[in-house]
Each structure stands twice: as structure tokens, then as C-alpha cells.
């Protein structure tokens, strides 16, 4: 389905959620590395076109690098966190949609193109 015009009810909470979900990304990372006494670098938000962006760098400081296990720690604490606030912005999402409209609109005589694309 292409979008033929920006719906500024639907671009703001989008905006707003992809933030909070980087934002949940590095405090979760950030604490698990101060958990295992590491020290993290910030590092850049990598652009994309259609997203907005895909991700943030983050990088060990210093030479010698922290046990594997601290990067196991570090690397999924991001990765649960963001989860976790995907999936409260889901239930948020689901909570104020209209139960009328359902929550997934599909016309139904189209779908056969749709997956065809």
C-alpha cells in the first residue's frame, strides 16, 4: 500500500515511539554495563530513509575489553529493554485504537496484489 500523504495524527506517536524504544535500547544497555562494572562509549544514530533510523553504535571504552559474559549482559540488556517498551507501546496502541476499526485494516479483494508486491 503506498502512502500517498503524511497523516499528522499518525506520524507524531510513530516518531514518538521509535525514540522510546532507542531511548529504552541505551538505558537498558546502560545499566547492565554498569552492572558488570563496564564502561560504554556513545557512539552515532545510524539514518534510514524510510524509518527514520535503524539503530544507535556503542562501543567498550578502553583497551582491554570486559568479560564475555559482560557483553552478553550488555548486549541483550539492550535488546530486552527495547522489547519491553515495543511491547508496551503495542498495548498502549492497542488499548486507544477504535475496537470498531479492528486492529488491522485489510480490504480483502486487494490482498491477493498486496502479497503479490
Do not use: H, M
Not at 514518538?16 to 562494572?37: K, M, P, W, Y
Not at 530486552?80 to 503495542?90: I, T, Y
Not at 492497542?94 to 502479497?115: F, K, T, Y
Amino acid at each position: 500500500v503506498a502512502v500517498t500523504r503524511l497523516d499528522p495524527e499518525g506520524v507524531l506517536p510513530v516518531g514518538i515511539g521509535l525514540l522510546a524504544v532507542l531511548f529504552a535500547q541505551g538505558f537498558g544497555r546502560s545499566q547492565a554495563a554498569e552492572a558488570n562494572s563496564a564502561k560504554l562509549r556513545g557512539g552515532f544514530y545510524i539514518p534510514s530513509p524510510s524509518l527514520g533510523v535503524l539503530g544507535r553504535t556503542w562501543s567498550f571504552e578502553g583497551i582491554s575489553a570486559p568479560s564475555r559474559t559482560a557483553k552478553v549482559d550488555v548486549a541483550l540488556g539492550g535488546a530486552f529493554a527495547g522489547l519491553g517498551a515495543a511491547l508496551l507501546l503495542c498495548a498502549l496502541g492497542a488499548l486507544r485504537g477504535n475496537a470498531a476499526d479492528g486492529l488491522l485494516l485489510v480490504e480483502v479483494n486487494r490482498l491477493p496484489l498486496l502479497l503479490a508486491q
